[in-house]
């Protein structure tokens, strides 16, 4: 596609149940990028796709996230047994170095 | 560790008037880009702006253009004839082998 998409744009859940945030990237990006922008606050690595390499999870602030991406297209990152703390804006990107990173429009996720 | 430093947490500015807006990098790489990116209450991530470490000559895009002192890893936006739909969080982002590390933001105002 043109850009990176990004669904849903706003999602209200409860405390403890899981969600699943998705991201469809630029075709031919091999890079992808989860960050999270809690209200005010700067980004966040959470966890990057590079091709068919192991992903980088580092970022990820505890077990309960996790993401996949299949056929080095379409990622989900899933939030299990949400809590108020995971509010936020979950931002999706690609990227080539010439054109520096395009991000989706994010997910809103609040958790009530 | 690489890390990039935004001073200025909110600044603002009347309409027309122009606008820097600083940013400090530290690293020990020497071929690495670095990118500004306007992020408006939308909260889409627009980049604005992108500079290639290994080019001495400033970049510039319409009414934005940087001044990049490689030597002093310092990377400003500067904002010419400042316009209401610049209102915005803009982010410094330094990047180099898909690792792409983030300032905190300064919030730019720019008041009619």
């Known amino acids: 596609g043109a850009g990176v998409s990004q669904s849903p744009s706003n999602k209200v859940t409860e405390k403890g149940k899981d969600v699943e945030l998705r991201c469809d990237p630029i075709s031919g990006h091999t890079a992808l990028y989860w960050y999270r922008q809690s209200l005010g606050q700067g980004l966040e690595f959470l966890i990057y796709?590079?091709?068919?390499?192991?992903?980088?999870k580092s970022g990820l602030p505890s077990d309960r996230f996790s993401a996949e991406r299949t056929g080095g297209s379409v990622s989900t990152l899933t939030i299990q047994r949400t809590q108020q703390e995971d509010s936020a804006v979950y931002l999706c990107?690609?990227?080539?170095?010439?054109?520096?990173?395009?991000f989706g429009s994010g997910t809103r996720l609040t958790v009530v | 560790a690489q890390t990039v430093t935004q001073s200025q947490p909110e600044m603002s500015v009347q309409e027309a008037e122009t606008v820097t807006l600083s940013c400090t990098y530290d690293t020990s790489e020497n071929n690495y880009y670095l990118f500004w990116y306007k992020q408006p209450p939308s909260r889409q991530m627009i980049l604005v702006i992108r500079?290639?470490?290994?080019k001495q000559q400033n970049a510039t895009e319409n009414r934005f253009s940087v001044n990049f002192q490689k030597a002093a890893k310092s990377f400003s936006l500067k904002i010419s004839d400042s316009q209401l739909g610049d209102t915005a969080m803009y982010f410094c982002?330094?990047?180099?082998?898909?690792?792409?590390?983030w300032g905190a933001g300064t919030k730019l105002i720019i008041k009619p």
């Open positions: 500079q290639e470490a290994y």
């Open positions: 796709f590079q091709g068919n390499s192991a992903p980088d």
């Open positions: 990107a690609s990227i080539t170095p010439y054109y520096g990173y395009t």
């Open positions: 982002a330094f990047y180099s082998n898909y690792q792409l590390i």
